[in-house]
């Protein structure tokens, strides 16, 4: 399943790719049981101050930074002040590269603290992406990372039933597809957002539409550096 071997990084280089993907190994032990997208209740969620997503986003960004740096990526934890980053909310962070989007990895079906989801899911974003690709060593010091906070995440009948501003999901069999607002300019419509979620993951662009087909939405809060 992993992508390293594809990175064609030099020895050290590969010892910081297998200390990311120990965090990989950690979050899908913690993050990943089985069971339907929305099995889980939603928790109120309480929106962060500003500390605290700058806290967020340089948790997600270690990985990206420790292998920039040629170090290993540290073990962080928020002060004790911070106590919204222990709320559990499902989680999605991006990579692009140049401004383009690259890759992404996500946390829906169980969701966890999110400072623990935002590290597990920066080192996974970056060498086994649910979509997109890993990232060369040329590209590292290129990266920018977001970081987006699914909450409110419900079922769909329709499609039509989604808000503006919404996160939305699709769950084809056992593939997840996963749109933000900010993946297309202002005045998109829900079903050209799932569009585009569907044509990210890979699925044909029209999958949102399949008779076996799960609709999300949530109301999201999206962190960019």
């Known amino acids: 399943m992993s992508n390293l071997h594809k ?3 030099s020895y050290l280089e590969r010892s910081l790719a297998s200390a990311l993907a120990v965090f990989l190994v950690a979050g899908a032990l913690v993050f990943f049981p089985a069971g339907p997208a ?3 209740k939603n928790s109120q969620f309480k929106h962060l101050s500003g500390k605290e997503k700058k806290f967020l986003m340089s948790l997600a960004k270690e990985p990206l930074n420790a292998l920039i740096k040629s170090t290993v990526p540290l073990e962080r934890k ?3 002040s911070m106590t919204r980053l222990n709320q559990s909310q499902r989680l999605v962070v991006t990579v692009f590269v140049d401004g383009q989007l690259v890759a992404r990895a996500w946390e829906l079906r169980q969701p966890g603290p999110l400072q623990a989801a935002a590290v597990s899911l920066g080192a996974r974003a970056l060498v086994d992406p649910d979509v997109g690709r890993a990232l060369t060593s040329d590209e590292w010091s290129r990266a920018t990372i977001s970081v987006a906070i699914i909450y409110n995440f419900a079922d769909l009948t329709d499609d039509r039933q989604a808000q503006a501003g919404q996160a939305l999901v699709v769950l084809n069999d ?11 300019p202002a005045g998109y419509t829900t ?3 799932l569009t ?21 939405a949530g109301d999201v809060e999206e962190i960019f550096e």
């Open 7 to 9: 990175l064609n990084l």
């Open 38 to 40: 929305a099995a889980q």
């Open 78 to 80: 928020a002060p004790a």
């Open 174 to 184: 056992f593939d997840f597809a996963v749109g933000l607002p900010s993946d297309l």
């Open 191 to 193: 079903a050209q957002l």
């Open 196 to 216: 585009a979620a569907c044509q990210l993951s890979g699925l044909r662009p029209n999958a949102w539409l399949g008779q076996r087909v799960s609709l999300f």
